[in-house]
């Protein structure tokens, strides 16, 4: 029996859109936690942080509108359940914007932290191929929008997903193998190293797997699941840098100093940077004193201090 295109794509999508939703919920939390608990990070910092809230907000609007002129305003029209709409195409194109932008700011703080370009130019690369992948499904879904069911769009989709995870996974990887080699450095934030450690595989591991899960779905035609993890996928990539952000007081070390542990201070906004502690030559100078006694029985002279 044939599967309809409602059951088949937007009833999933319905189901992804509710995800969607609830994810946006986190991020406006994360959001509302940052803005209260980091004031004094860089404005540039505090401004990706807006445009990422604003793209996301966007996403939600579109997808919310795709579906509601669907299966509301169009009920009953087949046709119209078997054709796109611009508002597919600007959710494409949102999530490619979203997605770059993190992958960016992650670029950066592996920059501050290995000094190594060949990594950053590696990730920024493979962002920037992940942004045209986007970019180029969503002009071609607003140019034809029958094409959407099928896979018409292998080329612009794979360049789009397969950027993403590699530029996710250098991401991961850089960050892993730089703290990992300079843990040793610094025994007294041992137990610190392995929380950002823990961390960066796991916000890294969430989209590069759901990525994966979105190009073999499509590959394969299964549209619905795609349509449940592209709807998602935007929001993966906000709450990850989000929650990145917001984890810096719980890396703190307890009762270290300023000089053990810098957060992110004056252009390093949102990168752990670890100092080695330094600590002060001590000279010590032992005194001792001396009973100094006349032999003809004279009356002592006192004490004398060398």
Known sequence: MAVSPVEGFQ???LIGLAINIFMHGLSTLQMYLYYTS????????KSLVMILYSLDTFHCAVTTYYI??????????????????????AAAASTGLVSVAVQHFFA????????NAFVVAAIVLCSLAN???????????????SIFLVPDLQIEVTIWLVGAVLADTIIAAALVWHLGRHKHLYPALTSTINRILRMTVQTGLVTT???????????????????????????????CMLSTLNARKAWKYDGSSDSEASHGNGDHSGVVVFQMQRTQPEVFVQVESYQKTDTDEKP???VQYL
């Open 108 to 115: 950066w703080r592996v920059r501050v932290l290995t000094k």
């Open 209 to 239: 797997i759901v990525a994966i899960i979105n190009l073999v779905c499509y590959l394969s035609n299964s549209m619905g699941a795609y349509a449940v993890f592209s709807m998602i996928l935007s929001k993966l990539y906000t709450n």
């Open 300 to 302: 002592a002279q006192g």
């Open 38 to 45: 980091y004031k004094k990070d860089r404005l540039w910092l």
């Open 11 to 13: 009833g999933p999508s």
């Open 131 to 145: 942004l045209a992948g986007s970019l180029g499904a969503a002009v071609s879904l607003a140019i034809n929008p």
């Open 68 to 89: 509601y002129n669907v299966l509301v305003i169009n009920f009953g029209n087949e046709a119209s359940l078997l054709r796109g709409s611009w508002a597919l195409a």
